[in-house]
T-cell receptor
């Protein structure tokens, strides 16, 4: 089944403890992206990747890192999480970045930083 | 990026067609109209997209007016599982991120 998977689905952590949220897709997609969703603010893009070893900042990249060493994986790294990073995170992928290619989203990771 | 305007909420009777409108009067010629939905806090689900012509797939139909300033998403036979927030998004030809607005909260009632 073609899908985008994220792990973990739920995570409660403490301020400053490094964490990684994994994202994997099995559709051989070139474009991958991370969004966060907060009440009243909608979904905002954090980082995106056009292809392996090509990443760039989205609208809210502060406090996050990403890497794209393999085509299928695009982990989101929070090196020193803070409470304002408590949010619902979604990974998405598409065949290409172009406007005619739909993006498919993962199930989400709900992160709480205390 | 073109802005979209959608009603905040709509109701639909189960089994009837749900027609969700979207206004995008500032859309430019090379921008796509996309529809996604989000059920509770699940990942947004792609529904359909189009450029100029009407489109249909197994989930829905997309009707785009000739001047492209508005569109309607049609769910032909709404079920309770179609209760969700529906987002109309205008996306440039170059692609990139999706910009989600507030969407329309559709409630399908028995």
């Amino acid at each position: 089944e073609a899908q985008v998977t994220q792990n973990p689905r739920y995570l409660i952590t403490v301020t400053g403890k490094k964490l990684t949220v994994t994202c994997s897709q099995n559709m051989n997609h070139e474009y991958m992206s991370w969004y966060r969703q907060d009440p009243g603010l909608g979904l905002r893009q954090i980082y995106y990747s056009m292809n392996v070893e090509v990443t760039d900042k989205g609208d809210v990249p502060e406090g996050y890192k990403v890497s794209r060493k393999e085509k299928r994986n695009f982990p989101l790294i929070l090196e020193s999480p803070s409470p304002n990073q408590t949010s619902l995170y979604f990974c998405a992928s598409s065949l290409s970045a172009g406007g005619s290619y739909e993006q498919y989203f993962g199930p989400g990771t709900r992160l709480t930083v205390t | 990026d073109a802005k979209t305007t959608q009603p905040t909420s709509m109701d639909c009777a189960e089994g009837r067609a749900a027609n969700l409108p979207c206004n995008h009067s500032t859309i430019s010629g090379n921008e796509y109209v996309y529809w996604y939905r989000q059920i509770h806090s699940q990942g947004p689900q792609y529904i359909i997209h189009g450029l100029k012509n009407n489109e249909t797939n197994e989930m829905a139909s997309l009707i785009i007016t000739e001047d492209r300033k508005s569109s309607t998403l049609i769910l032909p036979h709404a079920t309770l599982r179609d209760t969700a927030v529906y987002y109309c998004i205008v996306r440039p030809y170059q692609g990139g991120k999706l910009i989600f607005g507030q969407g329309t909260e559709l409630s399908v009632k028995p």
